[in-house]
């Protein structure tokens, strides 16, 4: 399966650079105030919790706030409070709002380039050049198909904040301790061995949804049609198209749900590992538990921002063979009978999981 990997990694860096060229260039103004929206809320929320961990030292250790050329006695001021309190809520408001904003500006990039990509369908050779496809593949080529660009759009744009924090935070860790970082980061290497694996899975599982989606609508319709008749009709656990199509479509939505378990189990060690090489540092040298609070919350954001690409990594493979094949039909390089999505008797069902 590793053996693979080099082939794979090509052709998905063929696709991105497509796709990057395609709609995220034709969308980039759009989809950078999106991200910036969206990093300056992250940023907010890193300046609020700056704040009450600064606010919480002075507190345990009675030494003055210094701020704005002013010195404050934190345990006896409640101006100092009521301020401090007051600019940790707007901050983390500030923070919503400016998530909020890029979510649905990330929202709408996805929902252009679906109706961009559906306009490429009807001006494609497929459709217009001297052999057409099938009406009712390019009916799914200009729905479901243009549907699965704009989520492979989605996935990426909302994966870019979290990638920039993990990057951020992996640089803070590593200036603040280098050996311990770069032995964290061989454990996370290890998980990316075995997140690998799950992405492998979750593009088998995404293939073999599109695969037996129509011969498992053919198998409804001829059991209805034989229930019609008087027939008697085998239960729905005795049709192997039906259930195959099932345990795909299931496999293709626990592939988020596996690729969180390697990131959370990476976590749990990594967490663990972690507690146990400061605090002994710690205990040996009679103090420095500040920096064990101060490296736990970089720790923090670094980890919270791998399990998000972790996720959006597992999100884009379970929906990648989709949006390739919709490539291949408006270049004209596939959409033959067998090509996943390419059956007249595929219904438009693949939208019953989300990313």
Known sequence: MLGSFAPRVGRYGRFLAWLVSDGLWTFRWRAGASIAAEGLGAG??????????????????????????RSWEARGSPSLLVATSAAVGVLLLGSAAGRHLGRLGILRVRRDYAE?????????PAARGPDPLPLRQLQRAARSGAMYCGRIVHIVLKGVVPLLLLVASVAVLAYLQPWLTAGLGALAGL?????????????????????????????????????????????????????????????????????ELVANTALAVILASLLGVLAYRAMARQGGWEAIVVYLIGLRYA??????????????????????????????????????????????DDDLDDD
């Open 303 to 348: 980890l919270v921002s791998f399990r998000g690409a972790a996720r959006t990594l597992t999100s884009f493979n379970r929906f990648y063979p989709q949006a390739r094949h919709y490539l291949d039909v408006v270049s004209g390089r596939s959409g033959g009978p067998e090509a996943p999505g390419g059956t007249d008797d595929n219904p438009d």
């Open 44 to 69: 907010l929320e890193l300046a609020a919790v700056a704040l009450a961990f600064l606010y919480a030292r002075a507190l345990a250790t009675g030494q003055p706030l210094q701020a704005v050329g």
């Open 191 to 259: 998980a990316l061995v075995f997140l690998y694996r799950v992405n492998v899975r979750a593009v088998a599982r995404s293939r073999q949804v599109e695969e037996e989606s129509g011969p498992s609508a053919r198998e409804l319709r001829d059991r209805l049609a034989d229930l019609r008749s008087g027939e008697e009709v085998a239960p729905v656990a005795a049709w192997p198209h039906t259930r195959r199509w099932l345990d795909a479509t299931i496999g293709r939505v626990r592939s988020v749900s596996d690729g």
């Open 116 to 124: 961009v990509c559906t306009q490429r369908v009807l001006e494609s």
